[in-house]
């Protein structure tokens, strides 16, 4: 019943590789673009306007600085469930509005914080990830209710980012908001006072500096059940000095402020590089504790669709805020490039599908949802603590045809992987080497339009080389999977 021609072809790997805008899991056509982006905008003068490029240079430079500490950002997510994906769910969220914001230039401000705020609201993944979807998609309709000016002056974009700051309270309910977190750290770094500075260097070192004393302060005000669970992780483990996500949003400040000091280096961010397992992009890589037992709900689970004429966030929050659907209801919206309102619903459940049911039959203008996104969080943090197998202890090695759905153990033995898998879409087509490729994030996106999917076989010779590559292992049987 898929809407996809499925078939099998011979076929080599390609050399250079374009991704589509419209294959949502990797989010940016401009992924694995080979050509490099106009350079950013030099702001280390005394820049005292911000428009589209100033921006533009923010956001790009404030990403690379958190994908290059992702790792960093999992190892210490405790909470509020420590499944370790708070980097990986940060980099998903920021990639696709950094990269577009690379690759398609405006130098209207309205235009590409609006933009912007699209791409955080559709690629926003996890607790952290929909903070910063409430806090772009605030500062997008602040300034677009102040006429979407092509420019403002710095004091005028400082005194945006502290009403944003200030509205984070509403990013989830009452009883699940919780001090010392990034929504802590938001609202008290953009809390800037009452004369606002002048440039743009002294506004983004004053937003860094109180996003740093805010961030020290998390440990002493994040409490759960009477425990102050970061000086806990810290008395077993002294690098976790922070909250994961707090973290995260203090280094996307200090990669603005790096730029307003000299040139900010996009290695990593753009090109073949910049995009290395699949499962980083979908949020899947895990390092986290053993679950507890703490998290009430199973699943976190997101929806994004086209907002149907009267529906609102408000009418969505009233119908999902019954207890049978969950908790940690949060529902954000924004505009989309072709006019429509977008709204992006989060919330924990054991039973993502009613969710979904609801969404879809009552409040979506479209046939199926935009996106949708149901994860076991008990499996996830499980996972972090699963065994690592040493492939060089296997008694046997394994040559894997990664297409296939195998066991996670695996994932420690792939010695050689022959099997590529394609897919082709208009206007752009991409191919990628498994195991790194998500079978589901496929398979949704055929559903919304017409796919070929393509398993390429390479020819005999390149089985040869790999099975002789095997065998020259001594003393161990090779074993095709």
Not at 109 to 124: F, I, N, P
Request: charged fraction near 25%; proline fraction near 6%; glycine fraction near 8%.
């Amino acid at each position: 019943g898929l809407p996809a021609k499925l078939f099998r072809t011979m076929g080599t790997f390609a050399d250079v590789y374009q991704v589509s805008k419209e294959l949502e899991f990797m989010g940016s056509k401009y992924a694995l673009a080979s050509s490099a982006p106009d350079p950013l905008t030099d702001l280390t003068g005394d820049i005292t306007e911000v428009d589209g490029l100033v921006f533009r240079a923010l956001v790009a430079a404030g990403f690379s600085f958190v994908a290059a500490k992702k790792d960093e950002l999992n190892r210490i997510n405790i909470f509020p469930m420590p499944d370790a994906d708070t980097g990986s769910n940060m980099t998903i969220t920021l990639r696709t509005g950094a990269l577009n914001q690379l690759y398609e230039p405006t130098n209207h401000l309205q235009e590409a914080v609006a933009r912007y705020a699209e791409d955080v609201l559709m690629s926003g993944q996890g607790n952290s990830g929909t903070v910063l979807t409430h806090f772009w998609t605030t500062l997008s309709s602040l300034m677009a209710e102040a006429g979407g000016k092509p420019s403002v002056s710095v004091p005028e974009f400082a005194n945006f980012l502290e009403a944003a700051g200030k509205a984070i309270h509403t990013a989830f309910p009452a009883d699940k908001m919780k001090e010392g977190t990034i929504v802590s750290v938001v609202r008290k770094s953009t809390a800037l006072g009452g004369a606002k500075p002048a440039t743009l260097s002294a506004l983004t070192e004053a937003w860094m500096s109180q996003a740093k004393t805010a961030l020290y302060e998390t440990p002493n005000e994040l409490e759960v059940d009477g425990v102050f669970i970061l000086k806990d992780a810290a008395a077993k483990d002294p690098t976790i000095d922070s909250d994961s996500g707090a973290k995260g949003f203090f280094y996307l400040v200090s990669g603005m402020h790096a730029c307003t000091k000299g040139p900010v280096s996009l290695d990593g961010v753009v090109g073949p590089g910049s995009v290395k397992r699949m499962d980083e992009l979908s949020g899947l890589e895990r390092q986290g504790e053993v679950f507890d037992g703490s998290e009430k709900h199973k699943y976190c689970t997101e929806c994004v669709i086209e907002l149907k004429e009267g529906a609102t966030t408000e009418t969505i929050e009233t119908r999902l805020s019954d207890p049978k659907f969950g908790d940690s209801l949060v529902i954000v919206s924004a505009p989309s490039a072709a006019g429509k309102i977008l709204a992006k619903v989060h919330i924990h459940c054991d039973e993502p599908s009613a969710v979904f049911d609801v969404l879809n039959g009552e409040f979506n203008n479209l046939k199926i949802p935009i996106k949708e996104k149901a994860e076991n969080m008990r499996q996830q943090v499980f996972d972090s603590k699963r065994k690592r197998y040493n492939p060089n202890d296997f008694k046997v090695t394994f040559v894997i045809d990664s297409t296939g759905q195998v066991a996670k153990w695996t994932a420690d033995a792939y010695a050689f992987v022959p099997n590529p898998v394609s897919i082709f879409g208009q206007p752009y087509s991409c191919q990628l080497e498994p195991p790194n490729i998500s079978v589901i994030d496929v398979m949704n996106r055929a559903r919304h339009e017409d796919l070929q999917l393509v398993g390429s076989a390479p020819p005999k010779g390149w089985y040869e080389k790999v099975f002789r590559k095997a065998l020259e292992i001594p003393e161990k049987p090779v074993i095709y999977i």
